[in-house]
Nanobody, 124 residues
Framework: QVQLAESGGGLVQPGQSLRLSCAASGRNFRMHVVAWYRQHPGKQRELVSTITNDHVTRYADSVTGRFTISRDNDKNTVYLQMNSLKPEDTGVYYC??????????????????WGQGTQVTVSS
């Protein structure tokens, strides 16, 4: 069983920074594309950024130039560095990963996993 856990959220003032982490734990697995999503109160979840195994990154227009996604494959952890935060960045941030798990004697299986979310609040 693989689990994703986000951390690093909090309350900051506009212009400040936060660094979110998404750590995968379990046995015999491999993470593929990992994405950060966010959900504003009363709105649909939106894609913020993605990163592939080869560290190819993509960003939503609203965060380009302010957010940086990165990953440490040895630690099975993906980070989201968020700078110059704005009130509109407020929301619950979720990590999503496509993960292949392997169990001896059984075919490998690729599934989508979500973390529980971490709250980011940007307010003066």
């Amino acid at each position: 069983q693989v689990q994703l856990a986000e951390s690093g959220g909090g309350l900051v003032q506009p212009g400040q920074s936060l660094r979110l982490s998404c750590a995968a734990s379990g046995r015999n697995f491999r993470m593929h594309v990992v994405a950060w999503y966010r959900q504003h109160p009363g709105k649909q979840r939106e894609l913020v950024s993605t990163i592939t195994n080869d560290h190819v990154t993509r960003y939503a227009d609203s965060v380009t130039g302010r957010f940086t996604i990165s990953r440490d494959n040895d630690k099975n952890t993906v980070y989201l560095q968020m700078n110059s935060l704005k009130p509109e960045d407020t929301g619950v941030y979720y990590c999503h990963a496509r993960i292949t798990t392997a169990v001896v004697g059984f075919p490998s299986e690729t599934s989508d996993y979500w973390g529980q979310g971490t709250q980011v609040t940007v307010s003066s």
